[in-house]
């Protein structure tokens, strides 16, 4: 039976013979782990950029090739990560050697000959620890906005989305500009900041509350993660899972704003996101892009159930229906914005949210009801009243 679980392995192993054995267990009983292979112990400096860059949630290492190094590299990533499981892997059942390991700060272990059984009890153990360490602080719902073309206006939706959640309830609200080469997050809300997403991803490692201030700036209550000014193409090659973790410890919702569905850096934002925000608009091409982002989303393991479809600029008598749009997608339309030329050019220009009053303004706080939940509570408060309304009429009606 597979092992379930969304795992990011730091295999470090320098025995060639071991590593081959544990490699082809983990291809059958975890075929979708990304797995980081380091075939030599990593110097302090090297533990440092790895864990921030790739953000693993557990490590296995070989205890064989070199005892003390192996017994230091421990002792590293324990200052490094404390909530980061290790499962030191042995070359024989060694009561000692297991309890000097487990003493210095390894969670599990494996011995060799490495089976499925031993791997899936030792994951299960593994998965209750990492479960365990999110439950420790709250942990905020974050909200990714995914268009399915450019121009579908999902940055302004993302920008307003925020705003509407802060509205709604959530305490601390954040807004991340994850778009490195084409973000607009900053002139869209008239904010500068001489810090950008990639300063926060290069200090993944160290990011703390005091830090985190001198990095985002605020708009009216919510806090905005800008892309850098210059463009950075480099910046897809980075794990963004070390901020991501950062940010949901401290936030109650966050909204990220991305480029697309495409390439590993978005696929790995949407992975990590507990509800993606697919943007489109009712035009011809923008539905032929739906299908082609859904394909792919689909293709690359991304749950479905967790994909919204967002049909933004809507207007009845132009372009393709609800109903059409739905039909060809396979896919419930989950909430329509209207087109609202005049109130986005006048928050543009003003760099403020949307009006409330504006038609735009009513569909986005809408949306965000939908999402928080607000919308279920309400209709249900509707229905109770109503009840009760319906029964004292009955009663009023009965007694005269």
């Given at each position: 039976m597979q092992i379930r679980g969304n795992w990011k392995l730091l295999f470090i192993c320098p025995n060639q013979t071991m590593s081959a054995g544990l490699i082809q267990v983990l291809g059958q009983e975890l075929p979708d782990a990304a797995l980081l292979e380091v075939p030599v112990y990593p110097p302090a400096h090297a533990l440092v950029e790895l864990l921030s860059t790739h953000g693993p949630n557990a490590c296995f290492l070989d205890t064989s090739t070199d005892r003390d190094r192996a017994l230091n590299a421990?002792?590293?990533?324990?200052?490094?990560?404390?909530?980061?499981?290790?499962?030191?892997?042995?070359?024989?059942?060694?009561?000692?050697?297991?309890?000097?390991?487990?003493?210095?700060?390894?969670?599990e272990f494996l011995i060799q000959p490495f089976t499925g059984e031993q791997l899936t009890q030792v994951m299960e153990r593994l998965a209750k620890k990492v479960q365990g360490h999110k439950s420790d602080t709250a942990q905020g719902k974050v909200y990714c906005l995914m268009p399915a073309k450019g121009a579908c206006g999902a940055t302004t939706v993302a920008c307003n989305l925020a705003f509407q959640l802060k509205r709604t309830g959530s305490k601390r609200v954040l807004l991340a500009d994850l778009d490195a080469l084409t973000g607009t997050v900053s002139f869209i809300l008239k904010l500068k900041s001489q810090y950008s997403f990639l300063d926060a991803i290069d200090n993944a490692n160290k990011l703390d509350t005091d830090l985190w201030k001198g990095i985002v700036v605020q708009s009216?209550?919510?806090?905005?993660?800008?892309?850098?000014?210059?463009?950075?193409?480099?910046y897809e090659r980075l794990d963004p899972n070390g901020l991501i973790d950062f940010v949901r410890s401290q936030y109650d919702a966050i909204v990220f704003d991305t480029a697309g569905v495409y390439g590993s850096w978005n696929l790995t934002i949407a992975k990590s996101s507990d509800e993606i925000l697919l943007t489109t608009t009712n035009e011809l091409p923008a539905l032929q892009a739906s299908q082609r982002a859904l394909s792919y989303l689909d293709s690359n393991r991304v749950d479905r159930s967790r994909v919204r479809m967002v049909v933004n600029r809507y207007n009845r008598d132009v372009g393709?229906?609800?109903e059409v749009i739905e039909t060809a997608l396979h896919e419930e339309v989950y909430h329509v914005l209207p087109s609202d030329y005049d109130s986005v050019q006048r928050a543009l220009i003003d760099g403020r949210p949307i009006p409330p009053s504006s038609s735009l303004g009513k569909g986005l706080s809408q949306l965000a009801d939908r999402l928080s939940g607000r919308e279920t509570e309400t209709r249900r408060k509707t229905a109770t009243t109503s009840s009760w309304s319906g029964l004292l009429n009955l009663f009023g009606r009965t007694s005269s």
């Open positions: 421990i002792a590293e990533i324990n200052s490094l990560n404390p909530k980061l499981p290790i499962v030191a892997l042995l070359p024989a059942n060694d009561s000692e050697l297991i309890l000097r390991f487990l003493r210095q700060g390894a969670t009216q209550g919510v806090d905005v993660l800008l892309s850098p000014e210059q463009a950075e193409a480099a393709l229906s609800k």
